[in-house]
């Protein structure tokens, strides 16, 4: 399945993996690029088939962020312009914030810019030790505007606002010790087996708390501390009165597999 040569869909069983298709130029996201990315996690994730999704990049690259070439060009035509291009990766981001389902990066290289606005809008980042990951826009003029409202929730801020302020990288190791980053894999081969054994843990979990608890949490996560606690006790009501919770625990007593209400009952009841 394509969505055009530069985004390509495949499926690993129950993952619907989404691709960046431009290996020569490092799978930079241009408007098309973007729209292309949007447009096909929007199908994956209205596929009841589908219990979990990943994004990678073809070749040695993850992601280089924004193309370079359309951006140049934006102070050649006018303001109306220039404030729509990003406006697929604004969608992209609002999409990502809204997920019903789990989204993994597989990171095998480079994710600089907007790339790495890209892994830290997924909830799962796995990566290989030639993965780095930067934010180098202020060396070419630019802020890495976008993308702060992802990665302020991912890093923490000193540490992010001094990336965004040098364009310094940090490694996957660095990453990782930061929270950033949940695995590494010694190679590729290792990261397509780690990607797999999430999309196995995924397949054992309820779609329902997942589908609900994934945007409850964005929800608190921004919330004061006292806010939370009372959203929260509302927002327990579609778990404690649903099936999934009370077939959950039956299929706990009955020592058995839970069998779970599949996503497109969940869409029509939603």
């Known amino acids: 399945m394509t969505t055009g040569e530069k985004i390509l869909v495949t499926r690993r069983g129950s993952l619907g993996l989404v691709t960046l298709n431009r290996a020569k130029e490092r799978n930079p996201l241009d408007h098309e690029s973007a729209a292309g990315l949007r447009d096909a996690l929007r199908d994956l994730f209205a ?23 359309q951006m140049g060009k934006l102070a050649e035509g006018d303001v109306e312009d220039a404030y729509m291009w990003p406006r697929a990766i604004v969608d992209l981001h609002r999409l990502m914030l809204e997920a019903p389902k789990p989204v993994i990066a597989a990171v095998q290289g480079p994710a600089y810019a907007g790339g790495m606005g890209l892994a830290g809008m997924c909830d799962v980042i796995l990566a290989t030790p030639k993965a780095r990951f930067a934010m180098p826009e202020v060396k070419i003029g630019l802020f890495p505007m976008i993308i702060v409202a992802h990665l302020s929730r991912s890093l923490p801020r000193k540490r992010l606002l001094e990336m965004m302020l040098t364009g310094e990288s940090i490694d996957a190791d660095e990453a990782h010790r930061l929270g950033f980053v949940s695995k590494v894999y010694p190679d590729h081969d290792g990261l397509m087996a780690g990607l797999d054994d999430y999309a196995r843990k995924f397949e054992e979990v309820s779609p329902a708390a997942v589908r609900l608890g994934r945007r409850a949490f964005t929800l608190l996560a921004d919330m004061p501390a006292e806010q939370a606690l009372d959203a929260a006790q509302f927002l327990n009501l579609p778990f404690f009165l649903g099936a999934d919770l009370r077939e959950g625990t039956e299929a706990f007593f009955e020592r058995r597999p839970p069998r779970w209400t599949v996503t497109d009952e969940l869409e029509k009841s939603s």
Do not use: E, I, M
């Not at 009841?48 to 690259?61: K, L």
């Open 47 to 69: 596929d009841p088939q589908v219990r979990s999704v990943a994004v990678t990049g073809a070749g040695d690259a993850f992601c280089a962020g924004g193309d370079l070439r």
